[in-house]
């Protein structure tokens, strides 16, 4: 094993770099589902998502976003800042899909009159169960005011990414993402990339996204290349 290697993720791989201040991450051609309980190699995935990430971070970035993004190294390389990574997937939907039709029975593809933000505790062993606001600062994962702070971040994130998506002919359904701490400031940290997004094409309302994968209903590297292509040609 490389004597760099910090963190080996199911998508990625983080490595020490020269600078204590910075982190090398690699993506992985490897995708999983249900908590890593199906595990495929798939070559070229690891070369989309990065590509696709580079994309969604640069137009972020460009709109007042801060990520933990320094530079990309290669394809499938990135330069990041080191961050204390708040142990929360925060998870933002514009429409039913997923585990909330499943947890409330209701209907895929139904607009919420607003968008629902909720947190889960980043913990493989269980499975990364749903948090509540209460256990998050009952358990010190947060303070109040980075609760309220990681809120309105994942709140203007959606705002900047809905007509993104948008021009691209894709409706952006729901999204995870990931905060970490840096010079008491909170940045955006991980990726933005079909993995852990749901994208629907407007006109036929097919998933163009992991459930592609979940779900065994179509080839994932021809699927990430079509929004990939998409969000170039915007
Ligand atoms: P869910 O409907 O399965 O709860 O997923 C909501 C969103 O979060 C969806 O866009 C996929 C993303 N997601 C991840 O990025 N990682 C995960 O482990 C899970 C379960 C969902």
Redesign the pocket.
Same mark, same amino acid.
């Given at each position: 094993m490389d004597n760099n290697l910090i963190y080996s993720g199911k998508a990625k791989d983080l490595f020490k770099t020269e600078n204590e201040n910075e982190l090398l991450v690699v993506y992985k051609d490897q995708a999983t589902a249900f @908590?890593g309980k199906r595990k495929e190699i798939i070559p070229g995935k690891g070369v989309l998502n990065c590509r696709i990430s580079t994309l969604v971070f640069d137009y972020l970035i460009d709109n007042g976003i801060e990520t933990h993004v320094i530079q990309n190294i290669s394809d499938h390389e990135q330069l990041i800042k080191k961050t204390e990574v708040i142990p929360l =997937?925060v998870?933002l939907?514009n429409r039913v899909?997923?585990?909330?039709?499943k947890k409330f029975d209701l209907i895929d593809g139904e607009t919420l009159e607003e968008p629902v933000i =909720?947190f889960?505790f980043k913990s493989d062993k269980l499975g990364?169960p749903f948090i509540n606001d209460s256990q998050v600062l009952s358990l010190h994962i947060a303070t109040q005011s980075e609760i309220d702070f990681v809120k309105q971040q994942t709140l203007k994130i959606n705002k900047l990414l809905i007509p993104f998506f948008s021009k691209a002919n894709l409706d952006l359904?729901?999204? %995870?993402l990931e905060f970490g701490r840096i010079d008491d400031k909170i940045i955006l940290v991980d990726e933005f990339s079909p993995? @852990?997004?749901?994208l629907w094409d407007q006109t036929s309302h097919n998933s163009l996204? %992991?459930d592609i994968f979940r779900q065994q209903k179509g080839d994932l590297v021809d699927t990430y290349e079509k929004v990939l292509e998409r969000i170039i040609a915007e």
């Open positions: @908590n =997937e998870v939907r899909s997923g585990s909330f039709a =909720e889960y990364d359904i729901d999204f %995870k993995d @852990n997004c749901r996204d %992991k």
